[in-house]
């Protein structure tokens, strides 16, 4: 790899992946569509990009689930970045109704974080709004987060980053997973699976799978602690941005914006790691 110009792929199965490889080929990167796991070869780091995780994963388990096994071998050894849908395949941990898939939600996980789909509501609530620039960033200035059908990350495991928050009301078919959420721990049940609103889990080596377990008196410090409603609203504190090392995660799309800011981060994540 030349320190100026790292080999980024871009996962094309579905989403906004031209808009990304453009950000980043305008930042001096080279960029290269990736449909298959021999596209995987030679790449310095690689995008997951926004769209729609729901297809993503029909498409990627297609043919025996071969590029999901080929994107976890990849996410141990080189740098990733997931963007809204993106984000939810690096998910551990996700909730949110779906009506297209009965089996769940193929992921790739890696990422300890409990994120809810479409906590920002459906494609025509889609908006734009004021969000943390990324670290390091010579330009403090917010960020223009765009948020499509965009996830939410709820909770964020002991050993991530967190890069930004932002407070935000769920919409309707999120809060009402939320409710559920709460009544389920306020009944002292271990929620981290909700087969009732299509939630699901992936482990390393397990696969998916729904699984409902009910706490002893000894296992409540394991229970999952929700960010609470503001007094008069239901809008919540939720988490943006997220990084584990060489993995990162936003809920917005920043390739759909001028500012490469994001974009800059990432690649500089990767020439660190190429560097190492």
């Known amino acids: 790899m030349s320190a100026e110009s790292p080999l980024i792929g871009v996962l094309a199965l ?10 980043l080929e305008s930042l001096g990167c080279k960029t290269r569509q990736v449909r298959t796991p021999q596209e995987l070869e030679d790449l310095d780091g690689i995008v997951l ?7 993503m994963g029909l498409i990627g388990t297609s043919g025996g689930g071969n590029m999901w096994e080929a994107l976890k071998d990849f996410r141990r050894k080189k740098p990733m970045w997931g963007t809204c849908a993106g984000m939810i395949l690096l998910a551990e941990k996700c909730i949110g109704a779906s009506a297209v898939i009965e089996d769940g939600q193929a992921l790739i996980g890696g990422v ?3 994120v809810c789909r479409n906590y920002f509501g459906s494609q025509i609530s889609s908006f734009e709004m004021a969000t943390p620039p990324p670290p390091g960033a010579s330009d403090r200035s917010s960020f223009p987060g765009v948020f499509i059908r965009a996830p939410a990350i709820l909770t964020a495991g002991p050993d991530l980053e967190v890069l930004g928050k932002v ?13 559920e959420l709460e009544a389920r721990i306020a009944k002292g049940e271990d929620v981290v699976m909700m087969g009732v609103v ?4 992936r482990k390393e080596g397990e696969g998916i799978f729904y699984k409902d377990v009910k706490k002893d008196a000894t296992s409540a410090a394991s229970g999952i602690s929700l960010p609470g409603a503001a007094d008069g609203s239901n809008a919540r504190e939720v ?4 990084r584990k090392g060489s993995v990162l995660c936003t809920a917005f799309h920043p390739e759909l914006t001028q500012d490469t800011r994001w974009h800059s981060y990432f690649v500089k994540m990767v020439q660190e790691s190429s560097a190492s």
């Open 167 to 179: 407070t935000a009301t769920p919409c309707r078919q999120a809060a009402v997973v939320l409710r």
């Open 239 to 242: 988490i943006c941005a997220v």
């Open 49 to 55: 990009p926004g769209g729609e995780s729901t297809a």
């Open 14 to 23: 579905q989403g906004a992946f031209e808009e990304h490889q453009s950000c």
């Open 112 to 114: 300890d974080v409990l």
């Open 198 to 201: 299509d939630a699901l889990e």
